[in-house]
């Protein structure tokens, strides 16, 4: 029952939501799709390996189904080498505008293309990013004679391709040639872009239809640009010759900085290299020096000119000086760095007041810690801890305006896409999804989020919020808890702070129970299964296989084992623990071993690897909100650092005025 009070404070509007609901159709609730998903799954069953006249049984009783037309793609696109083109319209016509219908038609162009079928290929096809698609397309107006500038236009853009071309590109580039369209000058232009794609190989092919002065030109730059040598003097002082100096010295600098170091000093003056040549060059030069903390690398970045420093550099300079405890040069770094840059965000403001502050310059090192602290993000953390401020946190709620969730409840495409997600039919509901996102408001897109999360798709988060800077504190959304109690007890048991675990889950899997990296890492917590086998091992417990790691329950028991092992194996020290969980122990134990005496937080900043880098930082980060999830206020991070991660003394969170909402 509706109460009274509601009618008389917004009759109109609630009559608008309750006629909306009258008009909802009975798929829209959870609970006719749940009672329906067994017989779904059938029906997809046997759309994709069944019999004809068993799907077309099924597909009956789901005709009032939001995925019929999934369906119906299911059984078209497993017989599409022999489909008519007629149904296959028929097919996209329904459907039109819709996810199904353009993954249908991808098929469907690709089947044409193995068919050769070029008349219908032309007449499906539609504008494509992809070099299959349109060197077929190119290959298709030839073989039906629709020749015009813009498809001489295409094919000069297709040209210019610094990688290899499908094979379907060859016949239009011959015909191109063949109409003394192909000139040197485009050899020539796709030979540089070679280059700069790091393409030998690619540039030696091309060079085999310069004249053969060009050809013995062309194949020198590709020589040295796969291994550069000092042996230029043949080389015309031009500005090609300068580029391709450029492009192999650069690309030997990220192997060997000393190497591209010493054979820039020759060749520089053979070449005739200018600033514009020599910025790139010593840029890279300091870049992968300072990434190695090599001996030299203070002197490298001291020679790069001013106007090549880019942030990028001046983090690297800020790092290799904090390495050799260079305080002085830290500062100098810091003062280099463009004041609109400095004083944005928390990272610059952080370290220069701890540097500031190990210098005697207290009421310097206060303001500028006062002023990181203002957000919510790792360094804005630390920068309270070192003044006894509060963390600064604004947290906002979705709206709960009742006829925005009534009409999004029933909207068809967020329908859709959460039950495929439900279906474990991911690759579809991300189609679904992301064609969603494109037509909603921003009110609109936050409650997909919403409705989203409530259906355990926990990183559609990461993927559907961000437009609006503000919408980064949506931290609910953000940083989900589905499992409270699990992660509570594991971390328990294993003597690590829930917020942590939490934190941890959230930076590796974002909450996705099915996720699965490229390296064979799974689950939660991103197990490798050898690592999962020999956790289980060593806690006693049996090994189901690699796919138990999709067991949510299972994955925390064993990932927080592991990461108990790792705090362990580092002395209890949380951010190597964390370190070592995402990069692995033998790293970690080489950069202790270069820099033993660094504090964490400079430890931390000067980890090489960019992803372990910011990882430990997230974490650490993340560690904040979820305490803030489950206490209302959080371990300071210093404690944290220091393996005191106790839950008494904590620090207050607040959404002071001046808060500024950058965040983690």
């Not at 991103?526 to 329950?553: D, I, M, N, S």
Request: proline share 7%.
């Amino acid at each position: 029952m509706i109460p009274a009070f509601v009618f008389a404070r917004g009759g109109l509007l609630i009559m608008a939501v309750l006629l909306a609901l009258a008009a909802t159709p009975a798929w829209a609730e959870d609970g006719p799709l749940d009672a329906r998903r067994t017989q779904f799954r059938s029906a997809l069953e046997a759309a994709e390996r069944g019999t004809d006249a068993d799907f077309r049984r099924q597909r009956a009783a789901l005709a009032d189904h939001p995925l019929a037309g999934w369906l119906d793609y299911a059984h078209l696109r497993r017989r599409i080498d022999k489909a008519e083109a007629s149904e296959v319209e028929a097919f996209m016509a329904r459907h039109h505008g819709q996810p199904a219908a353009d993954l249908l038609r991808e098929a469907w162009l690709n089947a044409l293309l193995k068919r050769r079928d070029w008349g219908l290929f032309e007449q499906h096809y539609v504008p494509s990013t992809r070099l299959e698609m349109r060197c077929g397309h190119a290959l298709a107006r030839l073989r039906t004679g629709n020749l015009d500038e813009d498809w001489f236009a295409e094919v000069q853009a297709l040209w210019r391709n610094g990688q290899s071309l499908p094979n379907d590109c060859d016949l239009p580039f011959a015909e191109f040639q063949a109409r003394g369209r192909l000139t040197d000058a485009l050899r020539w232009e796709r030979i540089e872009l070679a280059a700069q794609a790091s393409q030998p190989g690619l540039m030696r092919f091309l060079a085999r239809a310069l004249p053969a002065s060009d050809r013995q030109l062309a194949e020198r730059y590709a020589a040295f640009v796969d291994a550069p040598t000092p042996d230029v003097n043949a080389w015309p002082k031009d500005a090609r010759s300068r580029r391709i100096a450029v492009l192999g010295l650069t690309r030997l600098a990220g192997r060997d900085p000393g190497a591209a170091e010493a054979l820039l000093a020759l060749i520089e003056r053979p070449l005739a290299l200018g600033e514009a040549e020599l910025g790139p060059i010593r840029y890279q030069i300091a870049l992968w020096s300072a990434a190695s903390y090599l001996p030299d690398s203070a002197r490298r970045l001291a020679a790069v000119p001013t106007p090549f420093y880019d942030d990028r550099l001046h983090r690297w300079r800020l790092r290799e000086a904090l390495a050799r405890g260079d305080d002085s040069a830290a500062l100098a770094a810091i003062a280099a760095v463009d004041p609109a840059e400095r004083n944005t965000g928390s990272r610059w403001r952080y370290f220069e007041a701890r540097l500031r502050e190990r210098a005697g310059q207290a009421d310097l090192a206060r303001e500028l810690y006062t002023a990181a602290a203002r957000h919510a993000d790792f360094h804005g953390f630390m920068a309270a801890d070192r003044v006894g401020l509060p963390y600064a946190l604004c947290p906002l709620r979705p709206d709960s305006n009742p006829e925005l969730r009534a009409r999004m409840a029933s909207h068809p495409d967020l329908v859709r896409a959460i039950e495929l997600f439900r279906l474990d039919r991911p690759g579809w509901a991300e189609r679904e999804w992301r064609a969603l996102l494109a037509g909603l408001s921003d009110a609109e897109r936050i409650e997909a989020v919403r409705r989203a999360r409530a259906a355990n798709w926990h990183d559609r988060a990461l993927f559907g919020l961000g437009e609006q800077p503000e919408e980064l504190r949506y931290y609910r959304l953000r940083f989900p808890l589905p499992m409270a109690r699990t992660v509570r007890s594991e971390a328990d048991k294993n003597r690590i702070d829930p917020a942590w675990l939490a934190a941890q889950i959230r930076a590796e899997s974002a909450w996705m129970r099915q996720a699965r990296s490229p390296a064979d890492a799974r689950g939660l917590m991103q197990l490798l299964p050898a690592t999962g086998q020999a956790t289980a091992r060593a806690l006693g417990l049996p090994w189901p296989g690699a796919q138990a790691l999709y067991r949510p329950v299972f994955n925390i028991t064993l990932g927080s084992a592991y990461l108990r092992r790792q705090l362990d194996d580092f002395g209890g020290q949380p951010h190597l623990a964390i370190a070592a969980y995402n990069a692995g122990p033998t790293p970690v134990n080489r950069w202790r071993a270069q820099r033993p005496d660094l504090d964490a937080d400079f430890f931390i900043e000067t980890i090489p690897f960019h992803e372990t880098r910011d990882y430990v930082a997230r974490v650490l980060a993340f560690s904040v909100i979820y305490d803030w999830r489950l206490h209302g206020r959080a371990v300071p991070l210093s404690d944290r650092l220091a393996g005191a991660a106790t839950r008494s003394p904590t620090r207050a969170i607040v959404c002071p005025a001046s808060a500024t909402e950058s965040t983690p």
